[in-house]
């Protein structure tokens, strides 16, 4: 099955978007301390909440997530309240040099000499979604170094583009019960929970 793009026209009425990280705690039963152990698993997860959609609205979402067939279709879908970056994010980036791994990647194609992304912006490389924790600032030579949350899951290759703009990640439905409606007349509300495709 292709990978769909989340209509740009459905706007949810209220979104959560953030990362869930995996640790565990080792809770020490003498002195109440606890250890905690950090796993390098993290995936992001989205809840959409549609209220008073119309009859159009409604038939236009239910038609696209019965492509999806329930938990088994993946789609593009970013924070829709954050779609534009704070910072300039001018020119053609691109990942410069292979083998990077972990929360720092540097770039190039960059305009010269600008901020070119803010903490708390995103971007999207090797179709992972990554938010920034530190200003990025383009130096002389368009060169910038990103660092942002969660961790990189693979490598991306020399000269691979770097999205700054509707970035998204790959995420599927939460489960095969998505996308029941409570209807009253004329009106229609959904929620949907929606999770990171991590296994691509």
């Known amino acids: 099955m292709s ?3 989340w209509p740009q026209n459905l706007i949810p009425n209220s979104q959560q978007f953030f990362p869930v990280f ?3 705690k080792f809770p020490s039963p003498f002195t109440g301390t606890n250890q905690t152990l950090e796993f390098p698993a993290c995936s992001w997860n989205c809840q959409l909440t549609f209220k008073n959609l119309d ?3 409604l038939r236009q979402l239910e038609t696209f997530l019965i492509q999806l067939r329930g938990a ?3 789609f593009r879908i970013g924070d829709q309240t954050n779609a534009e970056p704070r910072g300039l994010a001018e020119g053609t980036p691109v990942v ?4 990077q791994t972990g929360g720092l990647l540097k770039i190039k194609g960059c305009t010269p000499n600008q901020n070119f992304l803010l903490a708390g912006d995103y971007i999207t490389v090797n179709n992972e979604l990554k938010r920034l924790v530190a200003d990025a600032n ?3 030579e368009g060169k910038a170094s990103l660092r942002f949350e969660p961790n990189l899951r693979q490598s991306p290759a020399n000269g691979t583009a770097v999205i700054v703009r509707n970035t998204y990640a790959i ?3 939460g489960d095969d019960k998505q996308g029941k409606s409570k209807r009253v007349p004329l009106h229609a509300s959904m929620t949907l929970n929606l999770v990171e495709d991590i296994y691509q």
């Open 138 to 140: 383009a130096d002389i």
């Open 3 to 5: 990978t769909l793009t």
């Open 55 to 57: 009859r159009e609205e």
């Open 96 to 99: 410069d040099s292979a083998n």
């Open 22 to 24: 995996t640790t565990r």
């Open 171 to 173: 995420m599927r439905l």
């Open 72 to 74: 088994a279709g993946r």
